[in-house]
Every structure is written in structure tokens, then in C-alpha cells.
T-cell receptor
Framework: NAGVTQTPKFRILKIGQSMTLQCAQD?????MYWYRQDPGMGLKLIYY???????DKGEVPNGYNVSRSTTEDFPLRLELAAPSQTSVYFC???????????????FGQGTRLTVV | AQKVTQAQTEISVVEKEDVTLDCVYE???????LFWYKQPPSGELVFLIR??????QNEISGRYSWNFQKSTSSFNFTITASQVVDSAVYFC??????????????FGAGTQVVVTP
């Protein structure tokens, strides 16, 4: 089972460049998330999605955009990269329904992004 | 407001000692879910346990045990007879059901556990 797959694993961006972090899951999970983890800190929610076509802002959405055109994919777009966006980015997915509420989230391996 | 507080930044122990990690949460929901995740030096996040607010039964799984107390809003985690492989950052997380936070995981800042031989 692939689980949650993130690409790339590492990336260096110059200030002002843009990029898309890819995330795909093969577990048929309805919920997907993007978190960032700054050094020595916990995870902060950037955006999340409860299903295809539905996205919503998390705690730190500024400077990012997402889309969810399919159940499997949840790409994160960085426009005009800034040094403050240097972080490790984690994509995650989970399943929630009336019968299985708030199950655990499965995480990708992370993308280490440096903006210089 | 911080909903999940892990007051311990780092705990250092010698192998075979027990380690208890504290987690205090804040919610007004009557239905919610608590989780522990482990992040080893390799960086991935590994799910350890999930508890819902209706299940206060404490559990032991091998060297791991959990103590959930709604009265004090705490969900503590103990590693018995620690091993070097337990060295990692441990995160406590909360997922609420009844508010607009439904389905979102809110993480504490994490506790770094260092186990030395």
C-alpha cells in the first residue's frame, strides 16, 4: 500500500518563485490536509478538504492555495515564495463518516522546502 | 487559543527508565478524539493511538500505556523500560466533532524524548 505520497521530498526555491507540492492518497479517504512544521515546533494546519471540490482554510493559509478536483489528489500551491515559507510540509488524509468518526490521519513523508 | 498543550519540551532518560509524556487539551465539545503520534529522527509521523471522549478506559500495549482523564482534560502517555529506538518527538493531537473544527487535527508543540544507552 502506498498510503499518502508526497513529491518532491526536497526543494530549494528562490524568493518570488512558485511551485506546487503534490499529494496523493490511495486509501479512498475523504479528508485531506496540509500541515507545515517549522523547526522545533508542532504542526500547523494550512488548508484542508472534506471531499472533492471542497476546501477550507486552516490556521495559516496566507501565501498558499489548494484544489481538490479528485478524491485522491490534493496539491498545495505556493505563489511568490518567501523565506517565511521555509518549512517541512506534510500532507495527510483520514476517513470520517457517521459510522467512523474522526479516525486517525495518515501522513506522507514530508517535503522539506527552503526559500532563499 | 492553544487547544493542546504539551508542557514538556524535552525529556532525557537513560535506557530502561520509564518516561511519561503529558498532554492537556481544551475543548467545549462533549464528543472529541485524542491521538498520539511519534516522529522519529527520519521525520515521518507514525500514528500510535486514538481515543474518543466516551472511552476513558486506559490501555497498555506492550511498553506503551495511556492514561485518559476527562476530569483533568489530560491524555498522558507512558513508555515503560525505554529503549534508544524510542528517541523521537511525540505529538498529542485533538480532533473535535461538534464545532466547526470537525475533522481537523490540532497538534501540541511536541515533546522530544532522548533515550541514551
Amino acid at each position: 500500500n502506498a498510503g499518502v505520497t508526497q513529491t518532491p521530498k526536497f526543494r530549494i526555491l528562490k524568493i518570488g518563485q512558485s511551485m506546487t507540492l503534490q499529494c496523493a492518497q490511495d486509501m479512498n479517504h475523504n479528508y485531506m490536509y496540509w500541515y507545515r512544521q517549522d523547526p522545533g515546533m508542532g504542526l500547523k494546519l494550512i488548508y484542508y478538504s472534506v471531499g472533492a471540490g471542497i476546501t477550507d482554510k486552516g490556521e495559516v493559509p496566507n501565501g498558499y492555495n489548494v484544489s481538490r478536483s479528485t478524491t485522491e489528489d490534493f496539491p498545495l500551491r505556493l505563489e511568490l515564495a518567501a523565506p517565511s515559507q521555509t518549512s517541512v510540509y506534510f500532507c495527510a488524509s483520514s476517513y470520517s463518516s457517521r459510522r467512523a468518526r474522526n479516525t486517525e490521519a495518515f501522513f506522507g513523508q514530508g517535503t522539506r522546502l527552503t526559500v532563499v | 487559543a492553544q487547544k493542546v498543550t504539551q508542557a514538556q519540551t524535552e525529556i532525557s532518560v537513560v535506557e530502561k527508565e520509564d518516561v511519561t509524556l503529558d498532554c492537556v487539551y481544551e475543548t467545549r465539545d462533549t464528543t472529541y478524539y485524542l491521538f498520539w503520534y511519534k516522529q522519529p529522527p527520519s521525520g515521518e509521523l507514525v500514528f500510535l493511538i486514538r481515543r474518543n471522549s466516551f472511552d476513558e478506559q486506559n490501555e497498555i500495549s506492550g511498553r506503551y500505556s495511556w492514561n485518559f482523564q476527562k476530569s483533568t482534560s489530560s491524555f498522558n502517555f507512558t513508555i515503560t523500560a525505554s529503549q534508544v529506538v524510542d528517541s523521537a518527538v511525540y505529538f498529542c493531537a485533538l480532533s473535535e466533532e461538534e464545532t466547526d473544527s470537525w475533522g481537523k487535527f490540532q497538534f501540541g508543540a511536541g515533546t522530544q524524548v532522548v533515550v541514551t544507552p
